[in-house]
């Protein structure tokens, strides 16, 4: 009998990957991650504001913290519970969807690929408006190749927390394991920010984001590593060795590891100094600047973030089969 709910599982998390690479995220459609961002802003609006201590607002931040996980496990078990009890496939094909939302490679390529598009036919101006989509800190004064780094180090970066680490949440818990990873991401990218305002209040969020993604980004950077073996004009022995030295050098503690393996495979340098909200961030360097950063470095760096998911989910596969 046990058997059978993980078979259950295993279809519908496969289909959901497919889900999400043939249709993505479609713009008007109800997203889950907008609700949770929605109930996110409104516990920041009521909870960090007046006259706190720093204790008060870490508190309160905790508080968020804990109250937007049980709602997201709840209403998730709920509606997946729901779905399977009134018919297993309809539990599949909610479960589906869910695991399609949760995860992030067609939405991260197309975003990422409108930046290298705007470059090449129509302005600098363009392509920081595109890349300002997908990126935190402030565009209006990177160049060309700044516009382009920062484009491929958030595929790198979101290699793991878009796709390889709520794949192996999803696998590992379902959906509302799946779903409590996501808010615990979202929260961290709308209060996780070190500054007067989120320094104390977002600081339980950041560091439950940071315990979250401390193996995935680990296992995201073997995967990269072993898809640069793979494809043409990557270096996979590169992509090892940079990881290994300049993983450590980001300011993230997990975040430089898919990054470090990237710059290594594609013989680039990464990273450096930044400004957010208007306040320059100072950071190190990664990689090997082998070469000058190009346009093409944005789709390489998405073919990477590809092959990576597909061996990630050669052993599901490989599971079902045995199953079956």
Known sequence: MQ?????????????????DLIIGDPEHFPHPVRWMGRMIADYE????????????????GRRMVISVIL??????????????????????????????????????SKESEMVRTALERGTLEDGRNAVARIVGRDTAELSEKGVIKAAVETVAENTSDGVIAPL?????????????????????????????????????????????????????????VISACILRGCSGRRA????????GKSTS???????????GALGIELLGNASYHG????????????????RKDISRANSLMFT??????????????FIM
């Open 3 to 19: 058997l059978i709910w993980i078979k259950y599982h295993l279809i519908a998390l496969l289909a959901g990957i497919l889900l």
């Open 45 to 60: 609006e009521r909870w960090n504001n007046g006259e706190l201590t720093d204790e008060e607002r870490f508190q309160r």
């Open 71 to 108: 709602l997201t496990a709840v209403y998730s078990a709920v509606i997946l519970a729901a779905g399977y009890y009134i018919h297993p496939v309809l539990g599949m094909c909610i479960e589906a969807v869910i695991s399609a939302y949760m995860l992030a490679a067609r939405s991260l």
């Open 168 to 224: 192996l949440y999803l696998l590992a818990g379902g959906p509302v394991l799946g779903c409590i990873y996501k808010a615990v991401n979202t929260m961290d990218s709308m209060v996780g920010y070190k500054n007067e305002k989120y320094l104390w209040f977002g600081r339980a969020a950041a560091r439950l984001d940071d315990a979250a993604n401390y193996i995935p980004a680990r296992i995201t950077a073997v995967l990269i």
């Open 240 to 247: 090892a060795v940079i990881c290994r030295r300049d993983a």
């Open 253 to 263: 503690p997990n975040s430089g590891h898919p990054e470090a393996a990237v710059a």
């Open 279 to 294: 306040i320059p961030v100072c950071k190190p360097t990664i990689g090997d600047p082998l070469r000058d950063i190009e």
């Open 308 to 321: 990576a998911e597909g061996i990630a989910i050669l052993p599901v596969i490989a599971a079902l089969i």
